[in-house]
């Protein structure tokens, strides 16, 4: 089952046209929009999902994690089960020494709540989600923001400090440099309540012939 999109994608689309051209003829080169949703996974889950795919390449981190899922009864990973897998396991599965400590850390915080339950999720704004998410080990602010978009379905997230959204901006609107996250925050006031949307067309730029 695919985490459901918390928007319509034709009413953001049309709005993002509407006041910004420079993303509307972007968004008409690349074409439909397909926010890949992943799979619904628990709190848990999609944390350990985020620091196995960090600063690695796709592919990469898509073996370390089938190796990692593995070792969980019935492929599904919960805090307590991995508390009590060995270091020796979690390393021979491909996960460095500070990941390892990452979702050491995010096990001790499921279980003593830091982690909000999915429902609490729901609930909570982005930014309250973040400033939890945040006291975990390994966790910043980017790692949050990609499970706002791709994993819960929120609608207006533009992680400014992102190298693709920055490039892809630079590539749709002009400039000589990269544009500094400020910049690109106070420019992307104009996407609201649609950010998500825009980031995913400004990540697709960079795809674009």
Same mark, same amino acid.
């Given at each position: ?68 899922? @593995? ?14 897998? @060995? ?15 990452? @979702? ?106």
């Amino acid at each position: 089952m695919s985490t459901p999109l918390k928007y319509d994608p034709v009413v953001a689309i049309a709005q993002l046209s509407a006041r910004d051209k420079k993303l509307a003829r972007l968004i008409d080169r690349v074409g439909v929009f397909a926010m890949p949703t992943r799979e619904a996974m628990s709190p848990f889950e999609m944390l350990l999902h985020a620091i196995v795919y960090q600063q690695i390449t796709g592919r990469a981190a898509d073996s370390i994690h089938t190796r990692l899922v @593995a070792l969980f009864p019935g492929g599904k990973p919960g805090p307590k089960r991995l508390q009590k897998l @060995a270091d020796e396991a979690l390393r021979s599965a491909g996960l460095s020494r500070p990941k390892l400590r990452a @979702a050491r850390d995010l096990a001790d915080k499921a279980l003593d709540g830091t982690v909000p339950s999915r429902r609490q999720l729901n609930a909570m704004e982005d930014e309250a989600i973040i400033g939890r998410l945040v006291q975990i080990h390994g966790i910043g602010r980017w790692s949050a923001e990609m499970m706002l978009i791709f994993q819960l379905g929120r609608p207006d997230v533009l992680p400014v400090t992102d190298l693709g959204i920055r490039k892809g901006f630079q590539l749709s609107h002009g400039g000589r440099e990269l544009p500094e996250p400020k910049k690109l925050l106070r420019y992307g006031e104009r996407w609201r309540p649609f950010r998500s949307v825009a980031s995913w067309y400004l990540w697709r730029a960079n795809y674009l012939p």
